[in-house]
Structure formats: structure tokens, C-alpha cells
């Protein structure tokens, strides 16, 4: 069994968030799709695992099957997953064997390097979604820009890419750049691999702390966007903990307004689950004091913080609409982080609306906020006079 054997036995609180994030966003993904397409998509777990934690709890596998059965009245999700450890694949295997029934689900023992040439073009035109989880530092560049992401000419055939950015493993590969250890060439080797040459390599050493990582995947992703076209989306870090460092990015790769609205949506529910497990794994102190019966006393309480305060992230939202300029035309979808402010990833429609029904109800803005909002256009208007008392 691999080093990550202890992953498997219970979904972590960083693994409640990107399941989060998959079960809600990977179903509209396919609603949407495949309306065009005769209902075929293709769901791809290119670092699958086992299919279940030893706890009972479904992994990635388990939900796409889970998936793929609550939308097979309208929707036929082929699943394809790739695992290379021999003992994780027949646990795979035998999940399927229970689960899928007469559902269209595959899956193949290797490196995904070996495999996704072959499954990409038995997708003929159908949307594919990748997700790709692994170990460590993760799909090869070529493999990720020409094989998956440049299957998508112009948008067509619909095609994203979900991908983890294991903080772990590039700052244990950087630490290597100045050292003299016996698998230093091989390990840097295969970091260029994954992130399209050394280029990295200077920016590590120039740079330190979240500076290091954030200027690394900003070029990472302008790299990406250079060897292929259109290709915008959502760079999430995602916690074990609550105020702890981040463990991994979700770098989430759409070519379509639309993905950058709805992986947005699925993103928020996610973060409230996440949250959930956070504060369950790891209790703050005054949940620990409570339960030994120690209440705070009455207005000493500890304020909530901002991000489990709804009512805050609608303030927010109000705020920086407000911070628009008086007559611009905005379409909400063009301009997320300037109008969710530090609610982003946070606030979803729900709390949108809150905040322009508000403005609009005291005259600051033009539209009422009627049906979904991702292409609402905001109007900012000027302050309207006092009234004179008569």
C-alpha cells in the first residue's frame, strides 16, 4: 500500500471541499453540455484511489457514480478512472462491480500519461470533465495543455479540467534546487515536466513565502493560457484547518463564462460543508470550553468571524457595488471580485440578491434584480437628493 494509504481511511476537511465542489459542479457541467452533445459526457479521475475511504464515505470514483445515476434519465455520464497502484485498482475494480450496475464506467491500472491519449479519443465530440488529484507534482504539461485542454478547439468539444496543486510537493521539489541530494536532477526533472520547463526554478529562489507559490502558478497558468487559448477559471486554496496554511490549489480551467459563474456557485455550498468539518476536526477554544461547560459570559461572547457571517458577506456586497462607477454598465459575470469583494468564494446568488434588492429598493441602482444573476447588468446611479421638508 502507497505512503498515502492513511488519506484514504477518512476524508479529511480539505477532501470535503473538493468533493463539494465535484458533486455540485461536475452535474450542471453535464446538464449544461450535454444538451448539445445527445446527452453523452465523459467524467475522467485521472489519480482515482480505492473509490471509497475505509470509513464508509465516498471518494471521487464513488461520487461520480453516485452522479451518474442521479442524472441518467437525462443525461448518460460515461466514467473513466485511471489508478496505478495495483492494490487501490482492485478495490476500484470491485467497487464498480457493486455500484455501477449497467452504467457506462471503466477503469485502467497506470499512469494517466499512459492512458488519456486513448480515452480522449474514444470521447469523440462528447464534453469531458477531467479531474486530476494526485500524489505530488502531478499530469505533465504537454499532457495537460495538448492532450486535454487542446482537445477544446474554440470551445468545441466542451472540455475543463479540475486540477490539484499540491503545495506539499513544490516546496519539497524547491528545496531541492540548492541541494546536493542523490535524486535532486530527477526530482527537478520531472517539476519542469509538470509545469512546462525550469523557468520555475529562478522564481522560487527570487521569491519567498505566498509570494513564491502565488508568482509560480501565476506563471504557471499564464503558460498554460500562452500554449492554448481562452482558458480562464478559479485558483482555490483549500485548508485542512481553519486560520491554517493552505495544503493544496484547485485550479479550475473553463473556457466559458458560464464554468467561471457555476464553479463559483458550487464553490460557495462547498466552503460552508468545508467549514462544517473544519470545526468538527478541529474545535476553536470556546467550542472546547463548552463543551467542558464553560460558557462565555453574557457579551463577551467572541464576535463571528467574516467568513461565517452571511449577513457580513452581504454588507460586502453592498459596499463594493457601490464602489462601481455611477452609470457603468456591469455584467455581474465580468466583474466577480469586484463585486463580491472579500465575499468571493464565500457569498453565492442567495446573498447577491440580498444586497441588490437592498440598493435597488433605496435608488442607487437602475434594474430591479429579477432571475439569475450571472448576466444581471448593474447601473450604478447617484445618490438621490434629500428630500425638502415642506
Known sequence: MPGNAEFFKRPQPAAVLKHGVLRRYVKVFASKTGSMSGGKVVFLDGYAGPGRYE??????PMLAIELAKNISTFRNLRCVFVEL???????????IQQEAGDLDVQ?????????????VSTCGDAPLFAYLDPFGVGVPFNTLTETLLGRSKYG???????LNFSIQAFDRVGGLIKSTARNRAATLARMDQTLGGDWWQ???????GVDRLNTVVRGYRERISAAT?????WTVPVFDKIGGRPEYLLLHFTQHPDGHWEFHQALSSATREWREAAHAAHPPHQDRLAEMGQLPLEGLEEPTP???????WVDEIERSVLLLRTGERVVVQDRMSDIF???IGLARELHLRKALNRLYDAGRIENPPIGKLQRYVIVLVKTPPPQELT
Do not use: C
Not at 85 to 95: C, E, G, H, T
Not at 306 to 312: G, L, P, Q, R, V
Open 229 to 233: 487559448t481562452g482558458w480562464g477559471g
Open 341 to 343: 469583494g472579500r465575499s
Open 55 to 60: 470509513s464508509g464515505e465516498a471518494a471521487s
Open 85 to 95: 497502484d495495483k492494490d487501490y485498482f482492485a478495490q476500484l475494480n470491485s467497487l
Open 156 to 162: 468545441h468539444p466542451k472540455t475543463e479540467v479540475l
Open 306 to 312: 467574516f467568513e461565517e457571517d452571511e449577513n457580513a
Open 107 to 119: 477503469a485502467r491500472q497506470g499512469r494517466i500519461e499512459d492512458h488519456i491519449s486513448e480515452i
Open 202 to 208: 529562478r522564481t522560487y529562489l527570487e521569491n519567498s
